[in-house]
């Protein structure tokens, strides 16, 4: 689907920060509401996972958060300088994907003024994506023919799965062609996944492990599963 805009105010990402919410200039041509709208549904982040959700730490995971924090606060200069990080976990759930998400949030944050309707970051569920391009959607599909080609050159790209399962050959040459190109032409990406640096060698294989691995920041979570738990 080509993008629309709709305006909606109850789903403004600054409701609680804006001063105009609610007054008469909340309304659709308010342009910090377009180029959000615009960064935000471009981005393929889904709907649902597009408003921040407080995580909190589990004790072994209060540097981990510190890291994250650190690169969120200087997003700009993270992907300026093409900077990478892969945030993964032996666990399920402990808030991997939500703090992908949160880092780009903050980056679109920080470009939407006079960014003119340009995309700027692109969230790919990396099993979906391969799975898409093994069934050949992309000769059918418009969108993901421009979405393949905006990974080659877009600020900030999140791989998220990445490293939950073992690539197969195919799978792997489809990756490696993206990443290395993006790491060529030093753009910044976020990984996440399951595998530490052993299993990532024998699932990614070599040159694509390394790029995962020895070109980002790791950052380990060891917290518990808290999808559910209130
Ligand atoms: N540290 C946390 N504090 C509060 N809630 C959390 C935390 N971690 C995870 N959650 C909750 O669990 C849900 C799932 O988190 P998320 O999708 O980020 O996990 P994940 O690590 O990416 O999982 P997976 O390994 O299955 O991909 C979140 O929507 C959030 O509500
Ligand atoms: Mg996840």
């Known amino acids: 689907m080509a993008y629309e805009y709709v305006f ?41 996972r597009q408003y921040a959700v407080l995580l909190t730490p589990s004790k072994r995971d209060v540097q981990a958060f510190v890291t994250l924090k650190e690169i969120k606060d200087d997003i700009l200069n993270f992907v300026k300088n093409g900077e990478s990080v892969y945030i993964y976990s032996d666990n399920f759930g402990n808030g991997k994907t939500t703090w992908a998400i949160k880092l780009m949030q903050k980056y679109f944050d920080d470009v ?8 700027r970051g692109i969230f ?5 994506f391969l799975t898409k391009i093994k069934e050949g959607i992309s000769r059918k599909d418009e969108d993901f023919e421009t979405l393949k080609s905006r990974l080659m050159t877009v600020d900030l790209v999140i791989w998220d799965d990445i490293a939950a399962t073992k690539l197969g050959d195919f799978d792997h040459a489809n ?7 993006r790491k060529l032409n030093q ?9 530490h640096q052993d299993e990532l060698q024998d699932a990614l294989g070599n040159r694509l492990s390394s790029r995962v691995w020895n070109d980002s920041t790791p950052v380990k979570f060891v917290g518990a599963d808290r999808r559910g738990v209130r």
């Open 187 to 195: 753009l910044s990406n976020i990984y996440t996944g399951n595998l």
């Open 175 to 181: 990756l490696l062609t993206y990443i290395d190109q």
């Open 112 to 119: 939407w003024a006079a960014n003119g309707f340009r995309c």
């Open 8 to 48: 909606d105010k109850s789903k403004c990402w600054y409701i609680s920060a804006c001063v105009k919410y609610e007054s008469p200039e909340c309304n659709a041509s308010c342009i910090r509401y377009m180029e959000m709208d615009y960064l935000m549904q471009n981005s393929g982040i889904p709907r649902n």
């Open 124 to 128: 790919i569920h990396v099993p979906t």
